[in-house]
């Protein structure tokens, strides 16, 4: 896996299938999305490439606790056999971007699909949404994943089980990336 430090605009490729997210804890949800994208990838022969940023945007703005630290993060990454991990330095100057910048900056991939989760949102004030990405690219989505209790996998939930001392639950959560 190739990863790449994102200073805006550097990372060129000639066609592409890109996911974006924080993508904190790299927990099951993330993995079926990421999952998906690795195979897309594959059928087209071309590179499989998760846009991230450091550090996750609600660990910036609400100052929650990281659940994988950047490191961690491209282990896990790795495993799932992404072939370009970008990792946005996710600071003032980058947040000042507007949302054009941004599809500017993803444009430079040639994505041919570009897959998020339904509620995927990006750019400033998170003003972006699913209709102004697929008003440039080929945006697909993917249902959203639940545990056996029937609510949906999330970063923020996995955080507020951690907080509760239920480890155990957290940790199924987060997958152990063995198979
Ligand atoms: C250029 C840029 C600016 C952003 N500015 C904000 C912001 O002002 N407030 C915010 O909550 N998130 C901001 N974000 C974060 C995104 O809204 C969103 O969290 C990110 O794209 C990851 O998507 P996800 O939360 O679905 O994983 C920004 C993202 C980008 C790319
Ligand atoms: N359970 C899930 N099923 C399917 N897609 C998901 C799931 N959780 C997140 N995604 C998708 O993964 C991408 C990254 O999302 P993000 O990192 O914001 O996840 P999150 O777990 O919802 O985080 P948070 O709880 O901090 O908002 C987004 O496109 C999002 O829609």
Redesign the pocket.
């Known amino acids: 896996m190739v990863m790449h430090s994102c200073s805006p605009y550097t990372l060129f490729l000639p066609s592409s299938i890109v996911?974006?997210?924080?993508?904190?804890?790299v927990?099951?949800?993330?993995q079926?999305?990421i999952r998906k994208v690795v195979e897309r990838a594959k059928t087209f022969g071309i590179p499989a490439v998760v846009y991230t940023f450091d550090p996750?945007p609600?660990c910036y703005f609400q100052k929650v606790p990281m659940l994988t630290p950047p490191d961690e993060k491209l282990k896990r990454l790795k495993h799932l056999k992404v072939d370009y991990a970008i990792l946005a330095r996710f600071d003032e100057a980058y947040l000042s971007r507007s949302a054009e910048s941004f599809i500017e900056e993803l444009q430079m991939l040639n994505p041919v699909e570009i897959w998020?989760?339904?509620?995927?949102r990006f750019g400033r004030n998170r003003a972006g949404g699913l209709d102004e990405l697929s008003a440039v690219f080929n945006v697909k989505t993917?249902?959203?994943?639940?545990c056996n209790c029937g609510e949906?996998?999330?970063?923020?939930?996995i955080r507020s089980l951690i907080a509760a001392g239920r480890l155990e639950e957290a940790r199924e959560l987060l997958g152990n990336m063995k198979d």
């Open positions: 996911t974006i997210g924080a993508f904190d804890g927990h099951l949800g993330h079926a999305l996750p609600r998020v989760g339904r509620d995927f993917i249902d959203p994943i639940c949906t996998i999330s970063s923020t939930r």
